[in-house]
Structure formats: structure tokens, C-alpha cells
């Protein structure tokens, strides 16, 4: 038999997209498709809303509205990094109880999945008759099962165009250029720098992600090297970076990120007034353990204050480019905003069938014939929450240089056509 008749509530959590609205679009529109469910309800701030029950009513909104959501980035609802405790699913219950909530869906990353699980949970101890449907999102592309996730096509795109244009300005007017990507435990964001090679010097001529190891001598030993071939150079560096790279720590280990060994910098005697006594003092953590890495600008311009002093090169200059990655609307990917919108139409399709209870939306990729096509499915939450994947380690050469073939073949898709630089016939330079 179908799902049960009741009230669905939707809500959006984590850092926001470009193509989130997206998503929630889809549900809304395929949702009112189905006699099971009566009213839509959008959770104002994720979690947030559901305990304070502030709602909006989506099945009251006009066509006109729900067009120009879906094409505006950001989380349109308004999201929050929180994970419920038992006393606040308790209180999120209550509530569903009272408004016939039968269907919730939840539009995020494996933190999302998460909350998505506990309040499934929660539900099957009481008893009560919910359909759970976590929808996919996050920049990161680090969710287990699926094969990429809505968002990080478009952040991928506008790391590239970044990266296109800071390689011509670093042509143009030479020197050192460091740019930090997001990215706190894979480094899929940062590879995409990559597509911004056009030519053979094209930059970046560096790349580190939180795969790899970084050690500030090495580091040094690159750019010097990459500098005197080329006059310039311009570097990729994820915002997780670490001393060790997660493919060499042994079982049990955690990777040391550059929040806490930003303190071993002290000892490098640079000015007070650019590093805190102790990083961690400015290093904000959310309720799922998160580390906020992008908040400030303080590895780049740490970075580039080493490299002007030990290679006393003149020109270094850093920029992190945080927030902008996640919700450019000039940098929407063509496919990557389609395939939001189906995950969105597919959680609600899923939601009302047979025999449903709970589960994560993923993306299959289905090749034919060189043609890029791709199918949906529902994964369990538990295969989803929680834990996330990193840049696959068959992509990483035995020098630690990223296959750029291999990523090619898998981003390109996603990211879709990139403007094109010229360059002279026969020039010298």
C-alpha cells in the first residue's frame, strides 16, 4: 500500500549551495503530485524551526515564487550546523505529532544524514509511522555511496573560473600566488583548480589536499622550484591540510590539521600581530565536531609571509576563497543545477512508496557509450551518516601528483564547458 496520509516538513541544513534551492524546489513540485501528502511545511533553519515550529506554508506559494527560489543560491529556508540532542527530538516529536507529520525530508551533508538517523530513530521507538528521506548535498562532495553530490559541480566551476583568471593575472604580473580552497577532509574542491590548465606552464603548478602530506620544507622546496622554472607561481591549498596526509597515518591516527599546527608556527619568530598565541583560541567548532577552517584568512596569509621571507621573492600574495565557493550564482553548473532538482523530485517519489521507512538519496553514474547519464537510489542512513570519503587514492600518483586524466574524466561533467584563454602564435615569452 502507498504511504500514509499526513503532513510533510522539509528543511535544509549545513553550509548552503548554489543549487540547494533546488532541491527543496523539487520536493515542493513533485510533492504536491501526491494525495498522501496534505500540506508541505518548510522548517525554518533546519532543526531550529522544527522546536520553535516556524514554518513556512509551501503549498501556498505561487508558481512565480517557487520559479525564482529555485534559482536563487544559498538555502532559501535558512540553515544551521546543529545536532538535536534525545530532549530536543523528544520536543521535535511532540510536534510532528500535532501537526500529522508523516513525511520529513532533510536536505544536507553527512551531518544532515545524521540528525535525519537520530530523529528516524526517535520515531521508531515511539512507534510512529514516519518516512525519512535525507537529500543530498554538500560542496565537499565527501558522502559516502553516491558518486558526487548536488552543489559541488557549481563550487567546482567557480574554483576553476578562479583559478583561470588568477593564472592569467600571474602571467601578466609575475610572482607567488596562494589560494585557499574549502575542503576539510577530501580534496575534491581543490583538484578542480586543475581544470583551469589550458596550456602546458598554465597554472596551478601546485596542488595540496588533505589527502596528501604536507611539510612546510618541502613546501618551500616546491615553490622555489616551480618559481625559478616558470618566474611565477601559482598554488592550490586546501583549507584541511596537513602534516601527515590521511594515506599515511597509521590505524587509530588523525590527521593534524592546520588548525592546531598553525601553533608550531611561532617558533618560526614571525610578528606577533599576525599569529595568536594558540590557534585554537580562534578556531570555532560546531555541535557535530566540525572545525570551521575558512573563517579567516590566516593560513594563506601565514603561508605567504614564509615564502617571502625564506625565498626572498618580492611578489607572494594569498587569498582564501572561502564563502563565494558555495554560492555564486554566476557559476551555477548547467547539470549539476538538473540533477539537484531530480534528487529532490526522486526523495518525495521515494518517500511515498511500499514498504518505505527511511534512507539517503544517491547518484549512480550509468556511462553509455561515452554519454554521461545517471540513475538515482536510496542508500540507508547509517551507510551515509557520519563518516565521509576522500579523493580516491587511485587518482594520487606514486609522486603524489594528481591524475589529471582520471579526475578529468569525472569532473568535467559536472562542471560543464570553461571560458577559453588565448595565447600569441610565435611569441617569446
Known amino acids: 500500500m502507498p504511504g500514509p496520509k499526513g503532513n510533510a516538513v522539509i528543511g535544509q541544513s549545513g553550509g548552503p549551495t548554489a543549487v540547494i534551492n533546488r532541491s527543496f524546489i523539487g520536493a515542493i513540485m513533485e510533492a504536491r503530485k501526491h494525495e498522501e501528502i496534505v500540506e508541505f511545511y518548510g522548517a525554518r533553519h533546519g532543526v531550529q524551526g522544527m522546536l520553535r515550529n516556524e514554518y513556512v506554508p509551501l503549498f501556498e506559494q505561487p508558481n512565480f515564487v517557487l520559479s525564482q527560489i529555485s534559482q536563487t543560491p544559498a538555502a532559501a529556508l535558512g540553515s544551521i550546523r546543529h545536532k538535536p540532542t534525545k530532549e530536543e527530538c523528544n520536543q521535535i516529536f511532540d510536534n510532528f505529532k500535532k501537526m500529522n507529520v508523516r513525511y520529513f525530508f532533510y536536505i ?3 551531518d544532515s544524514s545524521e540528525t535525519a538517523y537520530l ?12 518516512r525519512v528521506v535525507h537529500i543530498p548535498k554538500t560542496i565537499d562532495n565527501d558522502l559516502l555511496v553516491t558518486d558526487h553530490c548536488p552543489g559541488f559541480g557549481s563550487a567546482a566551476r567557480y574554483v576553476a573560473a578562479v583559478f583561470i583568471g588568477d593564472n592569467e593575472d600571474n602571467r601578466a604580473l609575475k610572482g607567488v600566488k596562494i589560494n585557499v580552497v574549502m575542503g576539510r577532509n ?15 606552464k598554465d597554472g596551478p603548478h601546485l596542488v595540496y589536499m588533505p589527502e596528501m602530506s604536507f611539510d612546510l620544507d618541502q613546501f618551500l622546496k616546491d615553490v622555489d622550484r616551480t618559481f625559478k622554472e616558470h618566474g611565477r607561481a601559482l598554488v592550490a591549498v586546501s583549507e584541511g591540510i596537513n602534516r601527515q596526509g590521511i594515506y599515511n597515518l597509521k590505524n587509530g591516527e588523525k590527521p593534524e590539521y592546520i588548525s592546531k599546527w598553525l601553533n608550531s608556527f611561532v617558533n618560526l619568530n614571525l610578528p606577533k600581530k599576525y599569529l595568536p598565541k594558540e590557534a585554537s583560541k580562534v578556531v570555532e567548532v560546531d555541535s557535530h565536531g566540525n572545525v570551521s577552517l575558512s573563517g579567516t584568512g590566516m593560513m594563506g596569509d601565514i603561508l605567504s609571509i614564509i615564502v617571502k621571507s625564506s625565498l626572498n621573492i618580492s611578489r607572494v600574495r594569498a587569498d582564501t576563497l572561502g564563502y563565494p565557493q558555495r554560492s555564486f550564482p554566476l557559476s551555477v553548473s548547467e547539470l549539476d543545477a538538473q540533477e539537484a532538482y531530480r534528487v529532490g523530485v526522486d526523495a518525495v517519489i521515494a518517500a ?17 557509450e561515452g554519454v554521461y547519464q545517471i540513475e538515482t537510489f536510496v542508500t540507508p542512513l547509517q551507510s551515509v551518516q557520519k563518516q565521509t570519503k576522500s579523493f580516491p587514492k587511485e587518482w594520487i600518483t606514486d609522486d603524489g601528483r594528481i591524475d589529471e586524466r582520471k579526475f578529468r574524466e569525472y569532473v568535467n561533467p559536472l562542471v560543464g564547458d570553461l571560458p577559453i584563454t588565448g ?5 617569446i615569452f
Request: proline share 2%; charged share 25%.
Open 423 to 427: 595565447r600569441f602564435v610565435k611569441a
Open 119 to 130: 530523529i528516524n530513530s526517535f520515531a521508531a521507538q515511539e512507534g510512529y509511522d514516519l
Open 108 to 110: 544536507g551533508g553527512n
Open 352 to 368: 511515498v512508496q511500499d514498504n518505505f521507512d527511511e534512507g539517503s538519496l544517491a547518484i549512480k553514474r550509468v556511462d553509455e
Open 186 to 200: 577530501a580534496g575534491f574542491l581543490t583538484a578542480s583548480s586543475l581544470l583551469a590548465k589550458q596550456y602546458p
